[in-house]
């Protein structure tokens, strides 16, 4: 498919970028022991998108052959017509990306449908024969592949295929109060081989889960208002998300982001170094990959904040023109009728070297946050995720588990206030984010200790 | 090329051949057209074709489903043999199996094809009056959009529907920035029939467009305080949202449902009501059958405060042995006789809540998150723009507490809400 993509691409005399993009999802649910969903989900088709005049035009068809190719180039062609104009420029220029970036395992032993089930239904034995106290058991599944043949007229051509397992449980029980639950998210990048063929190292994450819901029902709700935190490595790849990364998506700062007039001011405590990294992140370790960008632009990272100070916004090849930047490979499309859009990568808070015991002994009345759910961000650089697990810490000892609750701050305020940046960097197995299109993200940092808003009871 | 109900016939046929006991299959084809308009980065036109077909085989009690986009033959046996392999390896359930003894539809609603150079335009001139009329307010894109779907359902009981919709959908997130000062960012949005020309008019937004400029401006509330939260048309999901989820039949099932003891009984005053209407007029994002060919159904969830039924899809219905309710879920609360100012003036201190920014409210209907966009209120006068302010609680008990509901509605083409008054909310203010 790539040099059907790039011969015609090279042919089009226009800018034009050609895509072919396939989305494989199986997914599976098991709720008390009954499967609710079993399925696969395969979603293909072929892209144009042509930058003509100062607007772009895009075209999908869920076809590959030749004469679709055609159709999409024409349509994309006519529909550049049809977008209103303000102000024609031309796009930043952009190295091309190139190469072959497949993620998938090329060995014949591959879980097949049947092994997949008869794990959920070991689980879940296991689970009610353990647990019989639960109200529910939930188990969720979902592995993810994205594939992609990238041609442009400025050269690039580049395949991937990118591989996630996400895997839940949730559980429930009935406490004094009503009904208390907890999820816990498993997997990451790579197959369902790579993550889920141990069932004794499931089980203990299992217990382990339920022991942290057992303590849940019996917690307390936070006290409302600011409060000395420690978030937890495994809570701080969505705090790098929600409160900095959005903040400093270049289309969101013309839109007006805070960001927008504060490049080159500290921004944050010198403790604070905030990237968004190309491949698989700093360590090589994130939930997820990518190399060249779906302009063809090749993935550099980026350092968003260093040592405190704000440095660089994350851009496609508009608004790296518009604003005077190089386009480091972040305009991502989710489906194949998807045009590109700015988003992050794999962003990250830099670990430090503050142990956890440290950030946690040097806090007298306040809370440590481990577990987080969703976040929205805000061009004000407010930025809120709920929190679903933690403990109280009193005299700088943990006390009492929580109940749930959700953190808000504005992003260069709470930076500000972090005190401790832990040794550890972890990242999420599952991050996603929704801009329009919903994308797959890698969202990591080490523990830090700060200053943010508690929703609580009293 | 062939229809999508002959497609779906077809899908059913091959899956019955290679081995199902039963099959139901929906093809849905789609065209669609959008305007992404944006004076601050290039602006885009979008066009996208697509089919897609969901597949859902069962074998001895077992269930397995794929999906696919494309009708290739091969592409087709594919996904065939991929739900099949799935019903094989499942769990048997007597709940599994397909619908019957349902009346074919045939329904067709909206215009067939946009009129893509007047949406242009209509885009054009929107942008331009914005800039006139609201120089203080920035937007990342507005979208106006055309869909024309036609989808076809078939199962191996000979059911067949058919429906086409042409929709036309707008979406806008903007926010106000003078000065070096920008406010949080809103949205809103809206599905109809026919076109608009005057998007600028449309909906709620210029409601919002003035409440985002007087939001340049932001104080704390005062303190940390227990009071009322007016929750706007654009708001009301924040509770409408988690309580269907929590009415649903899966959450039945589940056992985690609040509500689950609590059919007959008065779970709201009686000035409220929550209508379920996937087949309301207005409703272009509406449906007439649901995902297992079952005619959707008007149900009326809450009537005056009573919880009259819950939201039971069609596998929960077989599930829990109780007749099927819910398939679709186009929410309508119908408007009281209140206005809202008359409202406001009635309130000792609260909050008007324009957008929630919180986490997922848990099984309990515990909640917490940011009031966006909203303004405090005092002595029944709206005093300001809230700057970041927690709001906190549970929407069980804000359901019981509710107070008021507006006569004045919003019509989203999906849903229909009124303001919403209550009270019981705790309210804290960053420092």
């Known amino acids: ?458 | 090329m062939s229809a999508p109900q002959d497609l779906a016939a077809e899908a059913v046929a091959r899956a019955k051949k290679a081995g199902a006991d039963e099959a139901q299959a929906a093809a849905a084809r789609t065209s669609y057209f959008e305007i992404d308009y944006s004076s601050r980065r290039a602006s885009l036109a979008r066009s996208v074709d697509s089919l897609r077909i969901d597949l859902t085989v069962f074998r001895a009690g077992k269930r397995g489903s794929a999906s696919l986009t494309g009708a290739r033959g091969a592409d087709l046996d594919e996904a065939v043999a991929a739900a099949l392999a799935a019903a094989e390896a499942g769990v048997p359930d007597p709940a599994n199996g397909v619908a019957e003894g349902f009346d074919s539809l045939a329904t067709d609603y909206g215009p067939e094809r946009p009129d893509r150079a007047a949406m242009s335009a209509a885009m054009t001139e929107f942008g331009a009056a914005l800039a006139e009329q609201h120089p203080k307010i920035v937007t990342d894109g507005a979208l106006y959009a055309f869909t024309d779907a036609e989808t076809g359902f078939a199962n191996s009981r000979g059911l067949r529907h058919v429906t086409r919709r042409g929709v036309h959908s707008f979406g806008l997130m903007f926010a106000a920035r003078d000065a070096g000062r920008t406010t949080s960012f809103n949205h809103t949005g809206w599905q109809r029939f026919e076109p608009c020309a005057d998007l600028l008019a449309s909906g709620s937004l210029r409601r919002l467009l003035d409440e985002a400029a007087l939001s340049l401006d932001t104080k704390p509330a005062p303190q940390k305080f227990v009071g009322d939260l007016i929750l706007t048309p654009d708001a009301a999901d924040t509770l409408i949202g988690p309580l269907a989820g929590a009415l649903s039949g899966h959450a039945l099932f589940a056992g985690t449902s609040p509500f689950k003891d609590k059919r007959g009984a008065l779970v709201a005053p009686p000035c409220f009501s929550l209508l379920n209407r996937p087949r309301g007029a207005t409703f272009a994002g509406g449906a007439d059958f649901d995902s297992y060919g079952a005619p959707t159904q008007d149900l009326d969830v809450i009537r005056g405060g009573v919880l009259n039924e819950f939201l039971v899809d069609f596998f929960m219905a077989r599930k829990l042995e109780r007749p099927q309710t819910a398939g679709a879920q186009n929410f309508v609360v119908p408007g009281g006789d209140k206005a809202l100012s008359d409202i406001v003036a009635g309130v000792k201190r609260g909050v008007l809540l324009a957008r929630f920014s919180g986490g997922i409210p848990n099984s309990a209907l515990d909640f917490a998150g940011v009031a966006k966009n909203s303004f405090y209120i005092e002595d029944g006068e709206i005093r300001g723009a809230l700057s970041e302010t927690m709001v906190s609680g549970n929407l069980q008990e804000l359901l019981r507490q509710i107070y008021a509901v507006s006569r004045e509605t919003v019509d989203f083409g999906s849903c229909r809400y009124p303001y919403i008054a209550t009270s019981g909310a705790l309210i804290s203010p960053a420092p």
């Open chain 1, 1 to 458: 498919m790539l040099p059907q993509l790039a011969a015609k691409a090279q042919a089009s005399g226009v800018e034009t970028a050609l895509r072919w993009h396939a989305n494989e999802t199986v997914s599976m649910t098991m709720r008390q022991g009954v499967l609710l969903a079993n399925q696969r989900a395969r979603s293909s088709g072929i892209s144009a998108r042509v930058f003509r005049n100062g607007a772009f035009g895009f075209a999908a068809l869920p076809d590959d052959s030749a004469d679709a190719l055609d159709r999409a180039l024409r349509r994309a062609a006519e529909n550049a017509e049809l977008a209103p104009r303000a102000g024609a420029q031309p796009l930043a220029p952009a190295a091309p990306g190139r190469g072959l970036f497949d993620y998938r395992r090329t060995d014949a032993r591959k879980f097949t449908a049947a092994e997949r089930v008869e794990l959920f239904r070991t689980l879940d034995a296991a689970i009610a024969a353990k647990y019989p106290d639960l109200v529910t058991r939930d188990l969720n599944l979902t592995l993810f592949c994205s594939e992609k043949a990238l041609a442009t007229s400025g050269g690039a051509e580049t395949f991937s295929a990118v591989p996630r397992v996400i895997f839940h449980v949730s559980l429930a029980l009935e406490a004094k109060d009503g009904i208390v639950d907890l999820y816990d998210a498993m997997g990451g990048f790579g197959e369902i081989e790579d993550h889920l063929a141990d069932v004794d190292s499931l089980l203990a994450r299992i217990d382990a889960l339920y022991d942290d819901l057992r303590r849940k029902a019996e917690g307390a709700f936070c006290e409302a208002g600011p409060q000395d935190v420690v978030l937890d490595s495994n809570v701080a790849g969505i705090l790098a998300h929600e409160a900095v990364g959005h903040t400093c998506e270049a289309d969101l700062v013309l839109a007006g982001s805070i960001a927008g007039d504060r490049l080159g001011q500290r921004v944050a405590s010198e403790k604070i170094t905030l990237g968004d990294f190309g491949g698989r992140g700093p360590d090589g370790r994130s939930s997820f990959a990518i190399h060249v960008d779906d302009e063809g632009t090749p993935c550099a990272d980026t350092l968003l904040i260093e040592k405190g100070v704000l440095k660089t916004f994350m851009h496609n090849r508009d608004t790296a023109q518009r604003l005077g930047a190089a386009p480091a490979g972040n305009a991502r499309a989710f489906a194949f009728s998807d045009e590109p859009l700015i988003r992050m990568r794999n962003t990250c808070i830099l670990p430090g070297d503050d142990p956890l015991d440290d950030m946690i002994g040097a806090i007298e009345h306040g809370y440590y946050f481990r577990r987080a759910t969703n976040g929205q961000a805000d061009l004000t650089g407010e930025f809120m995720f709920g929190v679903n697990c933690g403990r109280e810490i009193r005299n700088g000892k943990l006390g009492r588990a929580l109940r749930d609750t959700t953190i808000s701050g504005v992003a260069f305020d709470m930076l500000k206030s972090v005190t401790h940046v832990g040794p550890t960097l972890s990242w999420s197995p599952s991050g996603w984010c929704g801009k329009k299109q919903p994308i797959t993200v890698g969202m990591g940092g080490p523990a830090i200790k700060c200053r943010v808003h508690v929703g609580g009871r009293s």
